[in-house]
């Protein structure tokens, strides 16, 4: 029996050695599935080395088989290093600062996200009040400057830096336009009906322009709104219908809701035969009313009045001398102010100019004449000695005839402007208008 065991002891050894061999084999010539990298994204095999690595434990600089390359290509080594003490402190350090950059990507996005906000609202706020766009950095560094809260130290900071520059201002801006006019086409599209409402005008470039506003409900309530400005390369009825048209369809806004159209009375507005209004029934509603703008119409119908009245030219040209008077001369406007001051004036007061295109502003200049009139006749009596020009409006503003013209004017355009402002307020009814009419009739005759 131990002969027997004797004998067959270096076939065993040589089985082991041949088996040992061919496990070791196997082991080199094991491959690296690439879908053992499924969910494990810190491991990597180099094909140059044959061998294995782990990013975690190399990024923590640890001493393991995978951090100097693991050359049993086999995944229970892998599964086994997963389980190794040092690779789950690596792996909890990662998820830390996984966990820290989250943070610090949802402040980052967020501190952006109010800076963008904040630039936007500032643009927004010059819009409205007319500031040109290229105050907008200076107006945000100001914002930066004030203090928030009663701790002096505390400032707040606004706007991202690439967002801080005109350019910039402008983009915001039209993109809030966009944002506002969506939301009131839509309004206009769910309103019953709508009116468009035009004036045309030659701006500073002399370039032929034309405002289009719209009056729509809204829950049932009456709103004005402007729609846009176009400019008019010919201000004829067909070119000013065509734009209206086009406009009102580039909006989606349905045509045949719309019942009323306005306009300054021009007749290339209300011609009976070709005029905007006509066209525009004609082309998109037959029972679309066409209306001439009341506060335009007080207008004509005062300078027609006073066009039947002779002195009132005579008038007119004093008025306008008195108001060049002062606007050509720093000095004598400071003179002017010093004798109301000297005189008791409760509060200093300008002469106002009169606007050509507003006939009714002539009330204001008027009214500015009748309040300082004591001052004036000071100013042109001390100046009239060496100024012809004092020496002449002095005699006006003595005379009888001016005075009495004076107090009538002012009486009558006082009450006229009135009515006018209450013509201009956003939304007006006919019944309510015909009511001021009658009460400004009752008021002059009074
Ligand atoms: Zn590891």
């Not at 001398?321 to 050509?328: G, K, Q």
């Not at 200093?348 to 009714?360: E, G, P, Y």
Request: hydrophobic content about 40%; aromatic content about 8%; overall charge negative.
């Amino acid at each position: 029996m131990d002969a027997d065991m004797e004998e067959n002891r270096p076939e065993k050894e040589g089985r082991k050695r041949k088996r040992s061999s061919e496990i070791a084999k196997q082991e080199t010539d094991r491959k690296f599935l690439p879908h053992w990298q499924h969910e494990r994204t810190w491991l990597v095999y180099d094909t140059e080395q044959n061998s294995m690595f782990c990013t975690l434990c190399q990024d923590l600089k640890m001493d393991n088989s995978f951090t100097r390359g693991c050359q049993s290509i086999r995944l229970i080594r892998i599964r086994e290093h997963e389980i190794e003490k040092n690779h789950v402190y690596a792996v909890s350090q990662a998820q830390r600062s996984c966990e820290q950059w989250e943070i610090a990507k949802r402040n980052a996005l967020l501190q952006t996200k109010i800076g963008v906000l904040n630039c936007m609202n500032m643009a927004y706020c010059l819009a409205k009040e007319d500031v040109a766009m290229a105050k907008f950095p200076s107006f945000l560094s100001a914002t930066e400057c004030l203090y928030v809260t009663d701790d002096l130290s505390k400032t707040v900071n606004i706007g991202v830096e690439s967002y801080r520059n005109e350019l910039k201002a402008r983009e915001f801006i039209m993109c809030l336009a966009d944002v506002i006019r969506d939301s009131i086409l839509e309004d206009i599209r769910l309103s019953p009906a709508f009116a468009i409402g035009v004036d045309e005008s030659t701006d500073i470039s002399t370039v032929e322009e034309m405002v289009m506003y719209s009056w729509y409900l809204k829950n049932g309530i009456p709103v004005t709104t402007f729609l846009g400005l176009y400019a008019m390369p010919k201000a004829d009825a067909e070119s000013i219908t065509r734009t209206i048209k086009e406009t009102v369809l580039n909006y989606d806004i349905e045509e045949s809701r719309c019942f009323a159209f306005g306009s300054d009375g021009a007749s290339v507005m209300t011609g009976c035969e070709a005029g905007v209004g006509v066209r525009l029934r004609n082309t998109v509603e037959p029972h679309m009313l066409a209306f001439h703008c009341l506060a335009h119409k007080l207008a004509l119908c005062t300078k027609s009045a006073a066009d039947g009245i002779e002195f009132f030219g005579n008038f007119d040209t004093i008025l306008h001398s008195i108001a060049s008077y002062f606007s050509r001369s720093g000095v004598r406007k400071k003179i002017f102010l010093d004798i109301q001051k000297a005189l008791g004036f409760e509060s200093v007061i300008r002469i106002a100019k009169d606007c050509h295109t507003r006939w009714l502003s002539k009330g204001f200049s008027g009214e500015s004449v009748y309040d300082t009139l004591p001052a004036l006749v000071e100013e042109f009596r001390s100046s009239a000695a060496h100024s012809d020009i004092a020496k002449t409006l002095l005699s006006h503003v003595t005379s009888v005839e001016f005075l009495g013209t004076l107090c009538f004017y002012k009486d009558i355009l006082h009450k006229l402007n009135l009515l006018s402002k209450c013509f201009q307020a956003d939304n007006i009814d006919f019944e309510v208008a015909a009511d001021l009419v009658q009460g400004t009739r009752v008021g002059l005759e009074a």
